[in-house]
T-cell receptor, first 109, second 116 residues
Framework: RKEVEQDPGPFNVPEGATVAFNCTYS??????FFWYRQDCRKEPKLLMS???SGNEDGRFTAQLNRASQYISLLIRDSKLSDSATYLC??????????FGTGTRLLVSP | DVKVTQSSRYLVKRTGEKVFLECVQD?????MFWYRQDPGLGLRLIYF???????EKGDIPEGYSVSREKKERFSLILESASTNQTSMYLC???????????????FGPGTRLTVL
């Protein structure tokens, strides 16, 4: 079983839609979590960190459920520019970050 | 802005060659990392370093070595390149804040290595 698992997608949504991605992690000792965004043929960039019960940044909301060991990313009012791959990342506490394989989002006009 | 640069965007090498991938960061970060990214497998950590001359194995260190002689530079070495090392290689750096090195990682643009 992978340490961090994501649905690879793609998720195809129209502009203005709300879309949510889930990510599960296997190591209950994982201390902190992140969502990274990766555009096609580009490097990953931090979208947002996820702490305790979650946090919001504009149209983006991240939630953490430690009991069920999953985190989620909600994107409201999707824009064409949101089309990308979203990587779920866990700090497992063993001195490394573990990346999921990513969920691909395609936003269409 | 933090900048992480990698020596090449594209590289083609032959089986058995020794390959050097260079990474330089300009933000005085203590921590540097080398990953490879493959379809369906995501980013996998090869090696990382918390300080000059320090190195730690990641998840897939076999066939690779690293060197960190200066704080800003972290090199990945493929001692004898093989076709299964064809991949996208990404370097990253991060600061240590409050004793915690796992803050935001800043990535370089990547090197797409093809081994023939």
């Amino acid at each position: 079983r992978k340490e961090v698992e994501q649905d690879p997608g793609p998720f195809n949504v129209p502009e203005g839609a709300t879309v949510a991605f889930n990510c599960t992690y296997s190591n209950s000792a994982s201390q902190s979590f992140f969502w990274y965004r990766q555009d096609c043929r580009k490097e990953p960039k931090l979208l947002m960190s996820v702490y305790s019960s979650g946090n919001e940044d504009g149209r983006f909301t991240a939630q953490l459920n430690r009991a069920s060991q999953y985190i989620s990313l909600l994107i409201r009012d999707s824009k064409l520019s949101d089309s990308a791959t979203y990587l779920c990342v866990a700090n497992t506490g063993f001195q490394k970050l573990v990346f999921g394989t990513g969920t691909r989002l395609l936003v269409s006009p | 802005d933090v900048k992480v640069t990698q020596s090449s965007r594209y590289l083609v090498k032959r089986t058995g060659e020794k390959v050097f991938l260079e990474c330089v960061q300009d933000m005085d970060h203590e921590n540097m990392f080398w990953y490879r990214q493959d379809p369906g497998l995501g980013l996998r950590l090869i090696y990382f370093s918390y300080d000059v001359k320090m190195k730690e194995k990641g998840d897939i260190p076999e066939g690779y070595s690293v060197s960190r002689e200066k704080k800003e530079r972290f090199s990945l070495i493929l001692e004898s390149a093989s076709t299964n090392q064809t991949s996208m290689y990404l370097c990253a750096s991060s600061p240590t804040l409050g004793g915690e090195p796992y803050n935001e990682q800043f990535f370089g643009p990547g090197t797409r290595l093809t081994v023939l």
